[in-house]
């Protein structure tokens, strides 16, 4: 073989195995291999097919940490994180420059959302919504501030706010 | 400091002899070594480590004056010089990643001195002769001028394999969590095949052919690296293959087409070693700020994917704010970097059905972790390729009779 020719094998070897190597990572997702991506908080999010109070506290839950994300203009899971311990709590209010009154207004905001969200998805009677919402619109600063510091007493305040009229609830329940 | 030095070590090595020049130069690289190890302070490593380029430029381009006498050709002396530098330079992050696992950081110098010690003592004999005689054994021939094209190639083909090693231990490290020894021994995979790779230049002699077909895959290994499918160790493996083995038919091609038929070899091998410890520089100038701000989001989005995971997990409400609790703990512990949260699982709950639940979370959010690290590193690994894909165009411009 010429010397001509045994380069042009050398080069030509060379081109194949690297648009073989690039080929074959790129149609096994090698461009697609990132973190999925997280979810408009302000775009609606179906429930999960609820079944009992727990289930239906916890999708309210998640309601209405999507509905206070959207007032805060932050993404569910950053609030998540942010409610999940006090020292967090501090960090991002100091990071999003939020007061704790600017805070409790979002998570009154997302209780209220939920509220639809719940009646949308047929685990709430409209006859326990209405009412429901109206409690939520007279609940006090402080008492939206204390279910912010504890992230369990959030889902454990629903759970017995709703827990007193749970057997008329589960009446009411589809 | 190796890219500044080089050259001007080259002209004294001309000047005082290539025996006493290595000499010397491995007795000054051996003390700075000694002074790295033992350092204390980041501004004195720093300066030991500046005084062990000057040694080892010295010692290094001496080397090639005296090549040539021991193996009986410049080609040949050329060829050992170029490959001893490749497999050098692709085995330290391997062995240096060894030796801090298992001994410290301090030992990787500590060793350097022993070893630059019994280098020097076969030059002693040489060295000897020339401050008995006053003779130079290298004829003063008129400077040739260096091959720009050729020089210029080999810095952009430095720069994007200065990515592939110093990206690559980054990623098993930082991003997967490899223990350094652990990635040591993974990245031996490109120096090995470089060894190997060897073997193929025999395939063409022509040193444009192995020159463009060893940038090529240079490129290509990176481009994989880039694209990788997964967090797997065994998917880095044929990227590595391929950069080992461009990388030694390109800097052996490179090398040799500048320095031959160039005189002296001692200049011409200073100007090849400015060129790619510039081209290392540069590179990982470049490629810094990119990949740290890219780890920096990165990092966010894999946060933000792996909160959503435990969010809309089927493990129960109460447990779920109590592993988030812990979770957000970790995350703060590891803030920078990207966390491990297995511990964060740890004790798993005795119900089997949570354990089970627990267990897939776990699953799930470590692979919105690897996604995140992994990602990270895709755009410095596709600017690295695209660097050593620029190499073509030097490469292709150099007159024919030269390349």
Redesign the interface.
């Given at each position: 073989m010429s010397s001509g020719r045994r380069s042009r094998v050398l080069i030509g070897g060379a081109v194949a195995a690297a648009v073989a190597l690039v080929g074959i990572y790129l149609a096994a997702g090698g461009s697609s291999y990132t973190p999925a991506k997280t979810q408009d908080p302000c775009r609606d999010r179906p429930w999960r097919n609820p079944e009992g109070i727990q289930q239906i506290a916890e999708q309210f839950s998640l309601s209405a940490l999507d509905g206070a994300a959207c007032e805060l203009g932050v993404t569910r899971e950053t609030l998540a994180r942010a409610l999940a311990t006090p020292e967090s709590r501090e960090r991002f209010t100091q990071r999003y420059e939020i007061g704790d009154a600017e805070l409790a207004r979002a998570i009154r905001a997302g209780l209220l959302r939920a509220v639809d969200d719940a009646e949308d998805a047929g685990a709430l009677n409209p006859l326990v919504a209405v009412p429901l919402r109206e409690a939520l619109r007279r609940i006090p600063v402080d008492e939206a501030i204390e279910l912010i510091q504890n992230a369990r007493s959030l889902l454990d305040n629903l759970q017995s706010f709703l827990g007193p009229a749970e057997t008329l609830l589960e009446q009411f329940l589809p | 400091m190796m890219a500044l030095v080089a050259i001007p070590a080259a002209h004294a090595a001309r000047r005082v002899g290539p025996g006493r020049a290595a000499a010397v130069g491995l007795a000054v690289f051996a003390g700075a070594s000694l002074a790295c190890g033992l350092s204390s302070h980041l501004i004195t490593l720093i300066a030991a480590r500046c005084v062990q380029a000057l040694g080892g430029a010295a010692a290094v381009t001496a080397a090639l004056e005296l090549l040539p006498a021991t193996v009986g050709s410049e080609r040949r002396a050329t060829a050992l010089w170029v490959g001893a530098g490749a497999t050098g330079a692709a085995l330290g992050p391997a062995v240096g990643g060894l030796l801090t696992e298992l001994v410290s950081w301090q030992s990787i110098f500590l060793l350097q001195a022993p070893v630059a010690i019994a280098a020097a003592v076969p030059i002693l004999t040489v060295a000897r002769h020339e401050a008995a005689t006053g003779i130079v054994a290298v004829e003063l021939r008129r400077t040739a001028r260096p091959h720009v094209l050729a020089n210029l190639a080999l810095a952009m083909v430095s720069a994007a394999i200065a990515a592939a090693l110093f990206l690559l231990v980054l990623l098993l490290i930082e991003g997967w969590r490899l223990t350094p020894i652990v990635a040591a021994i993974v990245v031996t995979v490109m120096p090995l095949s470089a060894l190997a790779g060897g073997r193929?230049g025999s395939?063409?002699?022509?040193a444009?052919?192995?020159a463009?077909?060893?940038a090529?895959?240079v490129?290509?290994?990176l481009?994989?690296l880039?694209?990788?499918?997964?967090a797997e160790v065994a998917?880095t493996l044929?990227?590595q293959i391929?950069v080992g083995v461009?990388l030694s038919l390109v800097l052996s091609a490179l090398t040799e087409t500048a320095l031959g038929g160039r005189a002296p070899q001692a200049l011409h091998g200073g100007w090849t070693i400015s060129a790619r410890h510039a081209g290392v520089v540069v590179g990982l100038l470049a490629l810094t700020p990119i990949f740290t701000a890219d780890i920096a989001q990165?990092r966010r989005?894999?946060?933000?994917?792996?909160?959503?995971?435990?969010?809309?997990s089927r493990v129960?409400?109460?447990l779920?704010?109590?592993l988030?609790?812990r979770?957000?703990?970790r995350?703060?512990e590891e803030r920078g970097r990207v966390p491990t949260i297995g511990p964060a699982f740890e004790p798993l709950p005795d119900d089997p059905a949570d354990r089970a639940d627990v267990v897939q979370l776990r699953s799930e959010l470590e692979d919105?972790l690897d996604?995140?690290a992994?990602?990270a590193f895709s755009p410095s690994f596709g600017l690295a390729a695209l660097l050593g894909l620029l190499a073509l165009v030097p490469i292709g411009l150099a007159r024919r009779v030269d390349l």
């Open positions: - | 193929l395939l063409a002699p022509s444009r052919a192995r463009a077909a060893g090529i895959l490129s290509g290994g481009g994989g880039a694209l990788l499918p997964k998917l044929p990227p391929m461009g990165q989005d894999a946060i933000d994917a792996g909160t959503a995971v435990v969010l809309d129960s409400p109460l779920k704010i109590e988030a609790q979770i957000e703990g995350l703060e919105q996604r995140g992994t990602h």
